[in-house]
């Protein structure tokens, strides 16, 4: 099994910052990528940021220049660091990743349980 387990979510006020943690758990021979997609109420959800197990990234143009990935390959964990938030920011953010597990031949996309994160003032 596999567990993706996010962290950092919350409450904060136009312009203010949250940094987000994913820690992906279980029989894992190795990890493609991890990423964070979010959804606000009415909508699908979007790609926010992707990082590759190489270290390559990849984003929204909504969060460029606000929201920062990175990753801790030793503790298969993933952070989004975002500042300058906005209200249309709202929404759950989802952790994703691509996981290679012990004993299986083929990656798959494994899932988070989703973290609030509400701009308001």
């Known amino acids: 099994q596999v567990q993706l387990v996010e962290s950092g979510g919350g409450l904060v006020q136009p312009g203010g910052s949250l940094r987000l943690s994913c820690a992906a758990s279980?029989?894992?021979?190795?990890?493609?990528?991890m990423g964070w997609y979010r959804q606000a109420p009415g909508k699908q959800r979007e790609l926010v940021a992707v990082?590759?197990?190489?270290?390559?990234?990849n984003y929204a143009d909504s969060v460029k220049g606000r929201f920062t990935i990175s990753s801790d390959n030793a503790k298969n964990t993933v952070y989004l660091e975002m500042n300058s938030l906005k209200p249309e920011d709202t929404a759950v953010y989802y952790c994703?990743?691509?996981?290679?597990?012990?004993?299986?031949?083929?990656?798959?996309?494994?899932w988070g349980q989703g973290t609030q994160v509400t701009v308001s003032s």
């Open positions: 279980g029989s894992i021979s190795s990890i493609n990528t």
């Open positions: 994703n990743a691509v996981i290679l597990r012990v004993g299986v031949r083929i990656y798959r996309t494994y």
């Open positions: 990082i590759t197990s190489g270290g390559s990234t």
